[in-house]
């Protein structure tokens, strides 16, 4: 039972436009959202968070949105640029004291010069 | 430099025959995590620990697997005996703290032939 889904294996933007990544979630005790980057042969890395206190969380170019009721989550990141070309995965917590990450499958963006 | 390191990086070996994964958690981390990446499931999580002690480790083949934390600077991931549907990228992870964000190393790249 996948409890965080990305639906959209690839997405391709062109560069200086707008690249939005979505994410849903089944599981309700989720508070806490993470989006993490990852290229080839490295391992993922951290990218922004956002707590369920909050339906937005903004770091420069990127933008992740929360709608707790619709378990919902998105990653805006704009404008984008080549070097944003990566796979992004989004995981969830929940603040039950478990610090287990639940990650999905993963939307591999590519910006086309 | 504070990092989550990991060996070996690229481990072939045959079938049925032991692997063993090293960690080295970032200094004064105390939450460490392995997950294991393939093209069907993305990110699963295998085991995690807190302080030491394994608080999950429910998405591991108990059969094969092992998971271990003998000191607060080392965590192991064993397979044995090792089979070819193993073959994948492991990756440790590790965390300060409640809902705070977890940092991969680069993963242990095994094919088991």
């Known amino acids: 039972d996948q409890q965080v889904k990305q639906n959209s294996p690839s997405l391709s933007v062109q560069e200086g436009r707008i690249s939005i990544l979505n994410c849903d979630y089944t599981n309700s005790m989720f508070d806490y959202f993470l989006w993490y980057k990852k290229y080839p042969a490295e391992g993922p890395t951290f990218l922004i968070s956002i707590s369920s206190i909050k339906d937005k969380n903004e770091d420069g170019r990127f933008t992740v949105f929360l709608n707790k009721s619709a378990k919902h989550l998105s990653l805006h990141i704009v404008p984008s640029q080549p070097g944003d070309s990566a796979v992004y995965f989004c995981?969830?917590?929940?603040?039950?004291?478990?610090?287990?990450?639940?990650f999905g499958k993963g939307t591999k963006l590519t910006v086309n010069p | 430099d504070a990092r989550v390191t990991q060996t070996p990086r690229d481990k072939v070996t045959e079938m049925g025959q032991e692997v063993t994964m090293r960690c080295q958690p970032i200094l004064g981390h105390n939450t460490v995590f392995w997950y294991r990446q393939t093209m069907m499931q993305g990110l699963e999580l295998l085991a995690y620990?807190?302080?030491?002690?394994?608080?999950?480790d429910s998405g591991m083949p108990k059969d094969r697997f092992s998971a271990e934390m003998p000191d607060a600077t080392l965590a192991t991931l064993k397979i044995q005996p090792s089979e070819p549907r193993d073959s994948a990228v492991y990756f440790c992870?590790?965390?300060?703290?409640?809902?705070?964000?977890?940092?991969f190393g680069q993963g242990t790249r095994l094919t088991v032939v």
């Open positions: 620990f807190r302080n030491r002690a394994p608080l999950d």
């Open positions: 995981a969830a917590s929940a603040r039950t004291g478990s610090e287990k990450l639940v």
């Open positions: 992870a590790s965390s300060g703290g409640l809902n705070t964000e977890a940092f």
